[in-house]
């Protein structure tokens, strides 16, 4: 069956770093997949998409690559603050034309300590 | 322009009854993806509506179904409650859902606690 595995729970990292997560799949082949953070008691908001024939994408100081051979995306955050503690999800999706289509890892807590 | 609405945010029912959960999605959205989040499991896949219509639908039992209107507002229902229902359930809207679409808006969540 298809399976999502985010790395590690948690991530505890120091102001000014550079804080790398990781998401790998196996038993699927995704058309895309997504960034999401999400704060407690809050539902998740998007951060960023990669296709499958992309292999990095960048949005201020946030870094998304997609390894499709390696079945993993790398997700950096560099110059870390304690405003970006929060958790993280990766999503998948398929050609399917569906949101529902959407497979979610289950998370990394990310603590930026100042 | 306002965000995705669920009404209610908290609710706690008793094991057997049902409950029904609404959401409205962004103006223009005609796409409607329910979630159950829980610590265990993570956040799992319920049903998508498209126009009215179920798109697809996840592993869960008959006891959760849903629907959506012509506004493209949703609800969906649980019935015959067991404590394990208990759990964060999210809607996420998108104008047309898929590959075609750079991003799910979610709302905030109900938190449903089953006693």
């Known amino acids: 069956s298809q399976k999502i595995e985010q790395n590690s729970e948690a991530l505890n990292i120091q102001e000014g770093k550079t804080a790398t997560l990781t998401c790998n799949y196996t038993?699927?082949?995704?058309?895309?997949l997504q960034w999401y953070r999400q704060d407690p008691g809050r539902g998740p908001v998007f951060l960023l998409l990669i296709r499958e024939n992309e292999k990095e994408k960048r949005k201020e100081r946030l870094k998304v690559t997609f390894d499709t051979t390696l079945k993993q995306s790398l997700f950096h955050i560099t110059a870390s603050q304690p405003a970006d503690s929060a958790t993280y999800l990766c999503a998948l999706g398929d050609y399917g034309g569906s949101q529902g289509n959407l497979i979610f890892g289950k998370g990394t807590k990310l603590s930026v300590k100042p | 322009k306002a965000g995705v609405t669920q009404t209610p945010r908290y609710l706690i029912k008793t094991r057997g009854q049902q409950v029904t959960l609404s959401c409205s999605p962004i103006s223009g959205h005609r796409s409607v993806s329910w979630y159950q989040q829980t610590p265990g499991q993570g956040l799992q896949f319920l049903f998508e509506y498209f126009s009215e219509t179920q798109r697809n639908k996840g592993n869960f039992p008959g006891r959760f179904s849903g629907r959506q209107f012509s506004n493209s507002r949703s609800e969906m229902n649980v019935s015959t409650l067991e404590l394990g229902d208990s759990a964060l359930y999210l809607c996420?809207?998108?104008?047309?859902?898929?590959?075609?679409?750079?991003?799910?808006?979610f709302g905030q969540g109900t938190r449903l606690t089953v006693v």
């Open positions: 996420a809207s998108s104008f047309l859902g898929g590959v075609r679409n750079t991003e799910a808006f």
């Open positions: 038993n699927y082949s995704p058309a895309y």
